[in-house]
């Protein structure tokens, strides 16, 4: 194996004096966890900077040199002048808040732009000075943009990597900075440049296009004769890790003695670098507007808010402790009563094991950043919540929200709305915590920060050198000659699908079921006169029989595979090998760790790949380059590759939905008119199904064979409700209530 050079600002240590003895601890932060295992076992080095040592004597920087050697790590050591002109000035008054949007946080004065280029040229001299033919290196960070461009130069051949853990800002905030193009020239000496998002990735890109004039996709761009690859790779944390410090009975015990601190409360959580783009004040402001609007909720929430010390040196942060502690106590003097504090502020750090207990403790975990690259706590959070219960409430301006679509998401800009949404996580019912809850974890566990090292690794060692159109919508018209054909016939058969059809969908297809509106329209349908009902859905059957059993309804679930009458057992239509899914889940599934906010869903006879929580335009790249790599597979297997909405299904070959139509109207007899209405690939079976005399309508923008065309899942409820009030006597109370 190649050694893997690391760099980064700081080093993963801590070098501290306590009783006069001097010490070299691990830090643990999530990048000193998730390179950990590289870095040993590779025989690498780290590079970086392991803060000042100017006040250690000759003996004591001696041990901490010999120890940091011992642990392969090699200090670049700054003096004063250039820490306050790379690192506080440059890197944290200029690319911190021009990153994060943040453009009124930049001073007006001279910025250190020339110290920047000189340290980064420091620490290219330190890496060159140990680089041996076939290392690779991996870059860290907003620090070192112009690092890679500089050890390309000095090493034609090497292999480079860069992460930035931070956002990349849209083309027209990174369009303000003076030294753009060199800090974009900068990073394009890697080989692989990587991201917590696709967002991000395409902010690169875009900037690439639109500011170097290079004609870069998303995927990456050809510079200098290179090929230089983008990717997004979600940086996660050691969940394991948490979930084991969070089970600990020392951890629980001090969880059980914050919530008795606490009894008949609902902990609102915060925890956050006391920096100005974690959104404190915005949060505690919604707070008060909380405590303002639900005078009921007083004395019955209580928000722990930890703000940890950071860049303290900086004036900009120093404000941001103030207007914080001002605001807490504004909230607490206007609403504290004998018995009650709404908030407790600690301005201060803990271990990890006490956070581990307050992330136990808490039912409510507020991370409301008005701009955040990743954001672990968000995760931190969800790995703690071994009961899978509690509510995240996370902002949609971090990066984790990409991945993490089952929290309810926010604007932090929007105080009105975080209000909202606290008030609906502090009465979110147990059933839906725990849906959100175990979805979130098995994308947090999925998704580590070790599986975050080997795919970026992964990557970096590969790396080197159709749009459908929407049709016209069929017109009032035509919709109104559909129903009046329907209203004439002796018997009529309705074949209906849900999702995307009747139901909206929803980011998790546990949370998208039928509302009370729906299931009252599909009751009257069945009760119409001469008027049978099929619900044919991809759905597996125990969700139709949880919603839909009570109802005088044929229900027919994954895509046709299983037939339940009212009333009767479930049967299977057709006897299908499932053998196939052996080889094709591990791909699958490889696929959607691959792709943050995808899962794989599988059922009796299919596998399916969702991405509706992915970025759409990488979803879909990833969802096309899955096909291909099934398309070989299914040559020997008897199943089918069917692209849907937002989703890659591989079915058992000879199961779909078409196979219902046929056996239900023979039921009815011959002069029966059938409907049929669906939004995706799999409906278009069923339309084909359908005697020439029968009615198929497409719902959405898809392509489809069906000749009507209905906009949305409202158009579509609305049809169904004028056929019956068409069919109801006038003044029906029935016909009337969904109408």
């Given at each position: 194996m190649?050694?893997?050079?690391l760099v980064s600002?700081r080093?993963?240590v801590?070098?501290?004096r306590?009783?006069?003895?001097?010490?070299?601890?691990?830090s643990?932060?999530?990048?000193?966890?998730?390179?950990?295992?590289?870095?040993r076992?590779?025989?690498?080095?780290?590079?970086?900077?392991?803060?000042?040592?100017?006040?250690?004597?000759?003996?004591?920087?001696?041990?901490?040199?010999?120890?940091?050697?011992?642990?392969?790590l090699l200090?670049?050591?700054?003096?004063?002048?250039?820490?306050?002109?790379?690192?506080?000035?440059?890197?944290?008054?200029?690319?911190?808040?021009l990153?994060?949007?943040?453009?009124?946080?930049?001073?007006?004065?001279?910025v250190?732009?020339?110290?920047?280029?000189?340290?980064?040229e420091?620490?290219?001299?330190?890496?060159?000075?140990i680089?041996?033919?076939g290392?690779?290196?991996?870059?860290h960070?907003?620090?070192?943009c112009?690092l890679?461009?500089?050890?390309?130069?000095?090493?034609p051949?090497?292999?480079?990597?860069?992460?930035?853990?931070?956002?990349?800002?849209a083309?027209e905030?990174?369009?303000?900075?003076?030294?753009?193009?060199?800090?974009?020239?900068?990073l394009?000496?890697a080989?692989?440049?990587g991201?917590?998002?696709?967002?991000y990735q395409?902010?690169?890109?875009?900037?690439?296009?639109?500011?170097?004039g290079?004609?870069?996709?998303?995927?990456g761009v050809?510079?200098?004769?290179?090929?230089?690859?983008?990717?997004?790779?979600?940086?996660?944390?050691?969940?394991?890790?948490?979930?084991?410090?969070a089970a600990?009975?020392e951890?629980?015990?001090?969880?059980?003695r914050i919530?008795?601190?606490?009894a008949g409360?609902?902990?609102?959580?915060g925890i956050d670098r006391?920096d100005?783009?974690?959104?404190?004040?915005?949060?505690l402001?919604?707070?008060e507007r909380?405590?303002?609007?639900?005078?009921?909720?007083?004395?019955k929430?209580?928000?722990?808010?930890?703000?940890?010390?950071?860049r303290t040196?900086?004036?900009?942060?120093?404000?941001?402790?103030?207007?914080?502690?001002?605001?807490?106590?504004?909230?607490n003097g206007?609403?504290?009563t004998?018995?009650?504090?709404?908030?407790?502020?600690?301005?201060?750090?803990f271990?990890?094991?006490e956070?581990?207990?307050?992330?136990?403790a808490?039912?409510?975990?507020?991370?409301?950043?008005?701009?955040?690259?990743m954001?672990l706590?968000?995760k931190?959070y969800?790995?703690?919540?071994?009961?899978?219960?509690g509510?995240l409430?996370?902002?949609?301006?971090?990066?984790?929200?990409?991945?993490?679509?089952?929290?309810?998401?926010?604007?932090?800009?929007?105080?009105d709305?975080?209000?909202?949404?606290?008030?609906?996580?502090?009465?979110?019912?147990?059933?839906?915590?725990?849906?959100r809850m175990r979805?979130?974890?098995?994308?947090?566990?999925?998704?580590?920060?070790?599986?975050?090292?080997r795919?970026?690794?992964?990557?970096?060692d590969?790396?080197?050198?159709?749009?459908a159109?929407?049709?016209?919508?069929?017109?009032?018209?035509?919709?109104?000659?559909?129903?009046?054909?329907l209203a004439?016939?002796?018997?009529?058969?309705?074949?209906?699908?849900?999702?995307?059809?009747l139901i909206?969908?929803?980011?998790?297809p546990?949370?998208?079921?039928?509302?009370?509106?729906?299931?009252?329209?599909l009751r009257?349908?069945?009760?119409?006169?001469?008027?049978?009902?099929?619900?044919?859905s991809?759905?597996k059957?125990?969700?139709?029989?949880?919603w839909?059993?009570?109802?005088?309804?044929?229900?027919?679930?994954?895509?046709?595979?299983?037939t339940?009458?009212?009333g009767?057992?479930?049967?299977?239509?057709?006897?299908?090998?499932?053998?196939?899914?052996?080889?094709?889940?591990?791909v699958?599934e490889?696929?959607?760790?691959?792709t943050?906010g995808?899962f794989?869903?599988e059922?009796?006879?299919?596998l399916?790949?969702?991405?509706?929580?992915?970025?759409l335009?990488?979803?879909?790249l990833?969802?096309?380059?899955?096909?291909?790599a099934?398309?070989?597979?299914?040559e020997h297997?008897p199943?089918?590759?069917?692209?849907g909405?937002?989703?890659?299904?591989?079915r058992a070959?000879?199961v779909?939905k078409?196979?219902?139509v046929?056996?239900?109207?023979?039921r009815?007899?011959?002069?029966?008119?059938a409907?049929?209405?669906?939004?995706?690939?799999?409906d278009e079976?069923?339309?084909a199904?359908l005697?020439?005399d029968?009615?198929a309508?497409?719902?959405g923008?898809?392509?489809?064979?069906?000749p009507?065309?209905?906009?949305?899942?409202?158009?579509?409820?609305?049809?169904l409700?004028?056929l019956?009030?068409r069919?109801s006597?006038?003044?029906?109370?029935v016909g009337?209530?969904?109408?």
């Amino acid at each position: 194996m190649s050694r893997l050079l690391l760099v980064s600002n700081r080093l993963p240590v801590t070098v501290s004096r306590m009783d006069g003895v001097v010490t070299v601890e691990p830090s643990m932060g999530g990048l000193a966890t998730g390179l950990s295992g590289p870095h040993r076992d590779s025989d690498g080095w780290w590079i970086g900077w392991p803060g000042a040592l100017d006040d250690l004597g000759p003996e004591e920087r001696g041990q901490v040199l010999g120890k940091l050697q011992e642990l392969r790590l090699l200090p670049i050591e700054l003096s004063e002048e250039e820490v306050k002109g790379y690192y506080e000035g440059f890197s944290n008054r200029v690319l911190w808040p021009l990153f994060h949007y943040l453009l009124d946080h930049i001073p007006e004065e001279p910025v250190q732009w020339r110290t920047y280029a000189k340290v980064n040229e420091r620490f290219a001299d330190l890496v060159a000075s140990i680089y041996r033919e076939g290392d690779r290196i991996w870059i860290h960070d907003y620090h070192l943009c112009l690092l890679p461009k500089l050890l390309r130069e000095a090493f034609p051949r090497a292999k480079i990597g860069f992460f930035l853990h931070i956002p990349f800002p849209a083309m027209e905030v990174l369009q303000a900075l003076p030294w753009r193009n060199e800090l974009l020239e900068g990073l394009l000496g890697a080989d692989l440049v990587g991201f917590h998002t696709t967002g991000y990735q395409r902010n690169f890109s875009r900037s690439l296009s639109s500011l170097l004039g290079l004609p870069a996709t998303l995927e990456g761009v050809r510079f200098q004769d290179r090929e230089v690859r983008f990717a997004a790779v979600p940086m996660g944390v050691d969940a394991r890790r948490f979930a084991a410090n969070a089970a600990d009975p020392e951890v629980e015990a001090h969880a059980r003695r914050i919530r008795e601190e606490n009894a008949g409360q609902v902990i609102l959580l915060g925890i956050d670098r006391l920096d100005y783009t974690k959104g404190l004040t915005r949060r505690l402001a919604a707070l008060e507007r909380l405590l303002e609007r639900h005078a009921e909720l007083r004395e019955k929430v209580h928000l722990i808010q930890i703000a940890v010390p950071s860049r303290t040196r900086i004036e900009d942060y120093a404000e941001s402790e103030q207007r914080v502690a001002e605001l807490v106590g504004r909230i607490n003097g206007a609403f504290s009563t004998e018995r009650w504090t709404p908030v407790r502020y600690f301005h201060r750090g803990f271990t990890p094991r006490e956070l581990a207990a307050f992330y136990r403790a808490a039912d409510v975990m507020l991370v409301t950043p008005v701009r955040d690259g990743m954001n672990l706590v968000a995760k931190e959070y969800v790995a703690c919540r071994v009961d899978e219960d509690g509510v995240l409430v996370l902002s949609e301006l971090a990066g984790a929200a990409a991945e993490l679509g089952e929290a309810l998401l926010v604007n932090p800009y929007d105080v009105d709305g975080m209000e909202r949404a606290i008030h609906r996580a502090i009465e979110m019912s147990e059933e839906e915590q725990r849906v959100r809850m175990r979805a979130l974890r098995r994308r947090v566990f999925a998704a580590d920060v070790h599986w975050w090292a080997r795919t970026f690794l992964d990557y970096l060692d590969r790396s080197g050198g159709t749009t459908a159109n929407a049709s016209t919508y069929s017109s009032d018209e035509d919709l109104e000659r559909a129903l009046g054909l329907l209203a004439a016939a002796r018997h009529r058969v309705l074949f209906l699908d849900l999702d995307g059809t009747l139901i909206r969908f929803q980011g998790v297809p546990e949370l998208a079921r039928p509302d009370e509106e729906l299931l009252e329209l599909l009751r009257v349908l069945s009760r119409l006169p001469r008027t049978t009902v099929h619900v044919v859905s991809g759905r597996k059957r125990e969700f139709l029989a949880e919603w839909l059993s009570d109802l005088d309804l044929t229900l027919h679930a994954e895509h046709g595979l299983w037939t339940r009458d009212p009333g009767g057992p479930w049967r299977m239509a057709a006897d299908v090998s499932v053998a196939w899914k052996e080889s094709f889940r591990p791909v699958m599934e490889r696929f959607a760790d691959e792709t943050p906010g995808a899962f794989v869903e599988e059922k009796s006879a299919s596998l399916g790949f969702h991405y509706r929580l992915a970025d759409l335009e990488f979803g879909e790249l990833q969802a096309g380059r899955l096909h291909e790599a099934l398309r070989p597979m299914a040559e020997h297997d008897p199943v089918e590759i069917l692209p849907g909405d937002k989703i890659l299904e591989v079915r058992a070959r000879g199961v779909d939905k078409g196979m219902v139509v046929a056996p239900a109207l023979e039921r009815v007899g011959p002069l029966a008119m059938a409907l049929a209405m669906g939004d995706d690939r799999t409906d278009e079976d069923l339309f084909a199904a359908l005697p020439a005399d029968g009615l198929a309508i497409h719902v959405g923008p898809r392509p489809s064979a069906a000749p009507l065309r209905i906009r949305d899942v409202a158009g579509a409820r609305a049809f169904l409700a004028r056929l019956v009030q068409r069919l109801s006597r006038p003044g029906n109370r029935v016909g009337a209530r969904v109408g």
